[in-house]
């Protein structure tokens, strides 16, 4: 038998050996190791990133009242052949059951505070405005990068490395450089691109990091009408061009050592303001939202067969989400418009996709936007969906179920719209009340689940429709007492678009909203968001957890909510 137990740090395995049993058929084979090697006794072997090192192999046996009975000699690692390891043994009693005992490093239990807990943290930044607003994970080496804006850029004052700067630096605090900074699993700096031009605001929205490409999404709305051209650019052959709009999109790659990003593989103006982005896995084709008052379509955009849902028709006057597909190197293989937003409710225009460090910009930067989220079995996107356009003749999607409220004084609803491999449209459902209900991201949960978080305003829950009491899940069906108080709104839906749970957070006084979601790899769910005068969360976290229940009571706060695969709330914390 194996038995083997982990302090969330590091392992610890016995091997269990019956009386009569052959320790000798223990065999241990290396695979996708850069080297291994036995080192004073221990096992090292060395990865791409770290070394794993297991002890000096500890040996006894058990009698049979259970007590351990000490050998006369000690245990050792041997080499077999390349690549492969046995365990080399002292004399021993071969009717009693033997115990083989590996550590892992030999830890000591991890602790509970987080502090101690954390791997490494960082600032970085230089004398103006810096930030960060996404992170990307390559799980297949444990690298990410961090991608955001500063206005620090100048010769030396952003900490550079390995990595293109724009050919025209800028010490003007108006400009805001797009920036990306590669990270090894240990935290180790590895490439540091800026770019940008004098007067450029360039805010990314979404990113994707797949294999040695990392590609941003973003919004530049000054009237620079395209990107300097540097040395380092090497444009993929009939990638898509575009010249004009207020978005971008811009692919990195770094070279073959992963040891920083040094080539523009693409980069285009987008036709509207950009969105988001995502990437589907089996293709590793990428798909691109933006918000865009367009008249017609960009004229080499043409429908690529397998029937998918194809509208060429802008809604005049007013702004339409567009989706496009391209493939790894910036081909574009497919667009069509969703004439589903109007400007009547698009707020401030351009200006809420500025780079600002005010809390009011933060907050709109992140309305009026499409979320798509990708898995193998095609997209999913979600939003905020206009009352006016709620008749089928206007936005020409007759898949769209679950009709608007019926209240006069009914906003904006949530809308999540699934698509399968061929781009045509599964379902499409919408989620509101009597007031400004939105999503504001959403994420493949499970292969027949789509979660999409946001918050509702409303009233009256027209259909919302939460989860029906007397499930074990958590469940709140209370609407906030004004449309002034804010909620966090969850739904889940299966594959066909049937809404499998739904629940609103907060006290519905104050004011709260969902941005961000994602999960681990046992499936349990983790929300983020912003919270004004405070959640009132309704459970007590287990012991050892961060645990910050009481906001400081000044402007905004930060919340994470932690949910198992059946719905019940695990963790919460400012």
């Not at 987008?270 to 960009?298: C, H, M, Q, R, W």
């Not at 992140?366 to 905020?384: H, P, R, S, V």
Request: glycine share 10%; charged share 15%.
């Amino acid at each position: 038998d194996l038995h083997y137990y982990s302090n969330q740090s590091d392992l610890k395995m016995y091997y269990v050996v019956k009386p009569g049993g052959d320790p000798a058929l223990i065999n241990w084979f290396i695979d996708g190791a850069t080297s291994n090697s036995i080192v004073a006794n221990k096992l090292e072997i060395n990865g791409f990133n770290a070394k794993v090192v297991y002890d000096q192999p500890t040996v006894y046996q058990v009698n049979p009242v259970g007590n351990p009975i000490t050998l006369s000699g000690s245990a050792s690692w041997q080499n077999v052949s390349a690549n492969t390891y046995s365990i080399g043994l002292p004399t021993y009693n071969p009717a009693l059951p033997l115990v083989i005992e590996l550590d892992h490093g030999n830890a000591p239990s991890s602790p509970a505070s987080s502090l101690n807990n954390l791997d490494f943290c960082t600032l970085m930044g230089g004398s103006l405005d810096d930030g960060f607003r996404l992170i990307k994970t390559n799980k297949n080496n444990g690298w990410y990068v961090a991608v955001g804006s500063t206005r620090s850029y100048a010769p030396n004052e952003f900490p550079l490395l390995n990595g293109i700067t724009t050919s025209t630096a800028s010490t003007s605090s108006s400009s805001a450089y797009l920036v990306t900074v590669l990270f090894d699993n240990l935290g180790v700096r590895k490439g540091v691109n800026i770019y940008g031009y004098p007067g450029c605001k360039m805010t990314p929205v979404g990113a994707i990091l797949s294999g040695r490409k990392i590609t941003v999404v973003g919004n530049d709305p000054a009237p620079n009408s395209f990107f300097p051209v540097t040395s380092t650019v090497n444009l993929t052959p009939g990638s898509y061009t575009h010249t004009a709009g207020q978005g971008y999109c811009i692919q990195f790659e770094y070279d073959n050592t992963n040891s920083s990003i040094n080539k523009i593989k693409w980069f285009t103006r987008l036709n509207g303001f950009g969105s988001d982005i995502a990437f589907k896995p089996n293709s590793k084709e990428i798909y691109v939202t933006t918000l865009s008052n367009a008249i017609t379509f960009p004229p080499d955009v043409q429908n690529q067969g397998g029937n998918p849902y194809f509208n060429t028709t802008f809604i005049g006057g007013d702004w339409n989400f567009t989706i496009s597909k391209y493939d790894s190197v910036g081909l574009r293989k497919w667009c069509t418009v969703l004439p589903i937003y109007n400007f009547t409710e698009f707020g401030s225009g351009g200006s809420n996709n500025s780079f600002d460090n005010g809390a009011d910009n933060t907050r709109e930067d992140l309305y009026n936007k499409c979320k798509i989220t990708c898995d193998n079995y095609g997209f999913t996107i979600a939003g905020e969906f206009d009352k006016v356009m709620s008749t089928g003749s206007k936005y020409g999607i007759s898949t769209i179920t679950n009709t608007i409220s019926t209240f006069p004084s009914g906003l904006n609803d949530g809308f999540v719209m699934r698509f399968n491999t061929n781009d045509t449209i599964v379902f499409g459902t919408k989620v509101g009340g009597n007031f400004r209900d939105a999503f504001t991201n959403v994420k493949v949960t499970d292969a027949n689940e789509v979660t999409a978080i946001g918050y509702s305003t409303s009233t009256q829950t027209a259909n919302l429709t939460f989860l029906a009491t007397g499930s074990t899940a958590y469940y709140d069906a209370t609407v906030p007492t004004t449309t002034a108080g804010v909620k966090v709104l969850i739904n889940k839906f299966d594959s066909i678009g049937n809404k499998t749970w739904g629940t609103l957070y907060g006290n519905g006084t104050n004011k709260a909203v969902a941005w961000g979601i994602t999960q681990d790899n046992t499936n349990k769910l983790y929300i983020c968001g912003h919270s004004i005068s405070g959640l009132s969360f309704p459970v007590t976290n287990q012991a050892g957890t961060y645990n910050k229940t009481t906001p400081p009571g000044k402007g905004a706060d930060g919340f994470i909510l932690g949910f198992d695969t059946q719905n019940h709330i695990l963790w919460n914390s400012y």
